[in-house]
């Protein structure tokens, strides 16, 4: 069964509003999750890795204060993407560590489908 | 049936043939590989991992084939089933405090003829 859980999978939204996604680990705590971004027929993309107790760390051209992560707890992050725009349409997937050695195994959500309108 | 990544990103196999995945890293560094299944509207499933200290690692009708001299990676799938038919990518890590952080490859899609 699922370990990460996306929630929610599906969300339409309007142009300017901000919409939360949710990513849970279920049966393990994750000190560190990651968010990744799929537009369609592509490939995913890492957006920012997500750490417990202290500030996300973003990639390289992904703006911060767009995609607000808040990882308040160790079974929870979240990714606000605020004053959403028709162009932040897409696949948003989480993963997280189930423990964090190197042989610690990554869990996938099974997506955020987010429409702007 | 065989594909390269970069150039070919479809695969049609006819059901009960073996399929060849193949996939082009660039980290030189990354030390740990995955190939992940993605059916639509889903997320990643994990199919098979291999670390940098290994050039082979089979599972259940697949195998993986890591090639660290040319940064290449293949994915084996013996008597494919219609059920194979997906994305499938292969990622890589470079390990260290940055473990998790994956590079996905572009993906192949695979259909499976019945």
């Known amino acids: 069964g699922a370990v990460v859980s996306q929630h929610p999978s599906r969300v339409i939204c309007k142009s300017g509003t901000s919409v939360k996604i949710e990513c849970r680990s279920l049966?393990?705590?994750?000190?560190?999750m990651f968010w990744y971004r799929q537009f369609p027929k592509k490939s995913l993309m890492l957006m920012a890795t997500?750490?417990?107790?202290?500030?996300?760390?973003?990639e390289q051209g992904v703006e911060k204060d767009k995609f607000l992560i808040n990882h308040a707890s160790l079974t929870l992050s979240t990714l606000t993407v605020t004053s959403a725009h028709p162009e932040d349409s897409s696949f948003y997937i989480c993963s997280a560590r189930d423990g964090g050695s190197d042989n610690s195994p990554l869990h996938f959500g099974n997506g955020t489908r987010l429409t702007v309108t | 049936g065989e594909s390269v990544g970069l150039h070919l990103p479809t695969l049609s196999v006819q059901e009960g043939d073996n399929s060849i995945i193949n996939c082009a890293y660039s980290n030189s560094a990354s030390d740990y590989f995955i190939w992940y299944k993605q059916e639509s509207g889903k997320g990643p499933q994990f199919i098979i991992d291999i670390r940098s200290n290994m050039d082979k690692r089979q599972g259940q009708r697949v195998t993986v084939l890591l090639n660290k001299t040319v940064k290449h990676l293949s994915l084996q799938i013996a008597a494919t089933q219609p059920g194979d038919s997906a994305v499938y990518f292969c990622?890589?890590?470079?390990?260290?405090?940055?473990?998790?952080?994956?590079?996905f490859g572009q993906g192949t899609i695979l259909t499976v003829h019945p």
């Open positions: 049966d393990f705590q994750a000190t560190t």
């Open positions: 990622a890589e890590n470079a390990g260290g405090t940055s473990y998790g952080k994956l590079t």
């Open positions: 997500s750490n417990e107790g202290s500030k996300a760390t973003y």
